[in-house]
């Protein structure tokens, strides 16, 4: 059988070795337009921020807890002296509800980047049973009792906040003081003199931010049911935090993109085109926290680790399928100069290194117009724009180099199936991998077959 070789005095298979190190080689510039993708991503998260921080932000809420202001006086010393230890008794609902029915939706443009805010009403209600018997000699300063409410950025609230409670009227909430209250009680403890220990209360310990209610006068009972509702907005994300020893939420919102995160998932989803519904039910065990106790030792920091929530989400950012698009790069350019080097092979007609070089780059720049457009018109429309410019000049490149117009059409059927292939591969991530497997083994099998009567050591003649 004849061998095939090539024109020239130059091996046929030091000359593919050459072309695979150009393949390498071209993963250079693809890294600087990695970094350029990377970098124009950090921008629009920073943008993202910027626009999310107006809107009161991701939002964290916790719900109604009932804290108590107490001092424990300990035996005397050798000197006859008490220590007063003070702080907040945290007591939370037996149970408790909370309901976003209707969370609305909105997306704010800036420059080139979109945030999705939201604005809603959130609806809590709660019963607490009020604890008999306190371990030790405690002093319950029921008097100074309040209810608390808790977000993660104040900026968020869109009106008054008010508690109601059974035969009272609505009580206004105002910013929380924080271990003001327990530390005023311990002022006018009757104990002399007193060594003070003064722990934590509720605000410096679970991280949000706090309205208060007082209700010690409105209370004089064992059960207490209060409701309240926060009228909110924010961006991007909201949480809730189980505020109950057994809470159930509900969110409803017309975003048709949820992604539900935190460490408890919904117990029941619907998800449409016009939006979602979600609920969840969260009970003591899984919670992870006592149903009451000190705010120092009960593990309050503990409660915003553990949330029900959604995030509003985009499908997928230009940038992220740019970045996808780019983890090919290397395996496409190598695909296209395999396609080069078969016609050189194939017609006898060579191809200078520094050629494959401009060819190389003109792949590269496929990804830089990738992304400029994606900004502007979207990544399957920019996918199209940039594909049809490179696929265009590299064809037309090969109808050149090997001298006809038949080669340039053939060139070009090739390398828009090439980058089609590389379109289908962003459109199904989860298959991406079998069919690129697929695809790099049928182009170094179908380069076996049509080079298997190459004489790889020729340097010109037949052998």
């Known amino acids: 059988m004849s061998k095939i070789t090539t024109s020239g005095g130059r091996s046929v298979g030091l000359k593919l070795l050459v072309v695979c190190a150009l393949v390498l080689l071209m993963g250079i510039p693809a890294l600087f337009i990695s970094l350029i993708a990377f970098e124009r ?14 809107y009161g932000g991701e939002q964290t809420l916790l719900g109604p807890i009932w804290v108590v202001p107490y001092s424990e006086t300990g035996a005397p010393d050798e000197d006859g002296k008490r220590r007063v230890s003070t702080g907040e008794y945290v007591i939370f609902a037996d149970s408790g509800e909370v309901d976003i029915p209707a969370l609305k939706t909105e997306e704010k443009k800036l420059s080139l980047y979109r945030v999705t805010t939201f604005q809603a009403e959130a609806n809590f209600r709660a019963t607490f049973t009020r604890p008999e018997v306190l371990p030790g000699n405690v002093t319950m300063h029921w008097e100074d009792s309040r209810i608390l409410l808790g977000i993660s950025d104040v900026r968020g609230l869109r009106d008054d906040v008010f508690l109601t409670m059974p035969d009272s009227e609505k009580l206004k909430f105002a910013p929380a003081l924080g271990g003001a209250l327990s530390n005023m009680r311990a002022a006018r403890a009757d104990i002399e003199p007193a060594y003070t220990q003064k722990f934590r209360g509720v605000s410096e310990v679970s991280g949000l931010q706090f309205m208060e ?33 057994s809470t159930k939420s509900l969110i409803a919102a017309d975003w048709p993109h949820p992604s539900f995160k935190g460490q408890f998932p919904p117990v029941d989803r619907t998800i449409t085109d016009d939006g979602f519904s979600a609920q969840w039910s969260v009970p003591l065990l899984a919670r992870g926290i006592p149903g009451a106790g000190p705010a120092h030792s009960i593990g309050l920091e503990r409660l915003t680790q553990s949330t029900m929530e959604v995030s509003l989400v985009q499908l997928v950012t230009p940038y992220q399928k740019v970045n996808r698009a780019l983890k090919y790069a290397i395996m496409f350019i190598g695909l296209v100069f395999l396609g080069y080097f078969l016609f050189e092979v194939l017609l006898g007609q060579r191809v200078h290194p520094a050629q494959y070089v401009l060819i190389g780059l003109a792949q590269c720049i496929f990804y830089l117009l990738l992304l400029a457009f994606a900004e502007h018109v979207g990544f ?17 490149y090969a109808g050149a180099v090997f001298g006809a117009g038949k080669y340039a059409l053939r060139a070009g059927a090739i390398f828009a199936g090439i980058y089609s292939l590389l379109f289908v591969l962003m459109q199904i991530e989860d298959l991406a991998l079998l069919i690129g497997a697929v695809t790099s083994f049928l182009a170094i099998a179908g380069t076996m077959y049509l080079t298997r009567n190459i004489n790889w050591y020729s340097s010109g003649e037949d052998s």
């Open 380 to 396: 399957a429309a920019a996918f199209l724009i940039a594909a049809a410019a490179v696929v265009g000049v590299t064809s037309a």
């Open 213 to 245: 209610v007082p209700i010690g006068r409105n209370f004089d009972g064992e059960t207490l049911n209060v409701a309240a509702t926060l009228p909110i907005k924010g961006a991007g994300r909201i949480a809730i935090v189980p505020f109950a020893q």
């Open 41 to 54: 991503s950090d921008r629009a998260n920073e943008v993202t921020r910027e626009v999310s921080q107006n």
